[in-house]
């Protein structure tokens, strides 16, 4: 049985949004970073860290009761209602009657409407071919230049960016809130 610890982030594995997004144990530490080949600088992998690092101990979950599991881990059935939920809560912003329910928050469902699902797709899309067609003209002209392929996928995902940094901001206020 897979579980997901309660109260604790959890990232979702999912391929454009379908429906089978399914929970992923894994945490991410630190940030790992890759830095650009450099003449100069032989290419280096780095890790690093916060300064002040605060540690918890968790109980391992083979030393847990089988209450404490019950109580700390969701089990299939909880995922499972909450899947059902959230098509639900789907059903309802498109059909627009979202306004009643006091209770519904819709954010992160964006991209599961029929309107979002399709205006990321074509982003991804517009994107991925501006990259391959500039690779390909780079490959008929024997040139290679990366930094003009970063410069059209930066261009093809700017007003993304704008609006997931807007997104950030409105939901980090909504935290401080809280």
Partial sequence: MKLVQKDQPVLLQHDDCDNQSVASGEIIVADTTSKPNRPDRPNKRSVTF???????????VDDMSDKEKKSTWYTRDDLKRFRVKLY???????????????????????????????SRRTNICESITAVLDEQDLQ??????????????YKEKTYQCEIDAQRVG?????????I
């Fill in 88 to 118: 639900r809560d789907v059903l309802k912003l498109q059909n627009g009657t979202t306004k009643d329910d006091k209770d519904l928050t819709l954010r992160g469902l964006e991209c599961r409407s029929e309107e979002g699902l399709k």
């Fill in 169 to 177: 901001a409105s939901d980090a206020m909504e935290a401080r809130c």
């Fill in 139 to 152: 490959y008929e002209s024997s040139c290679h230049n990366e930094e003009k392929i970063r410069k059209i």
């Fill in 50 to 60: 916060f300064k002040d690092v605060t540690v918890r101990e968790i109980v391992h």
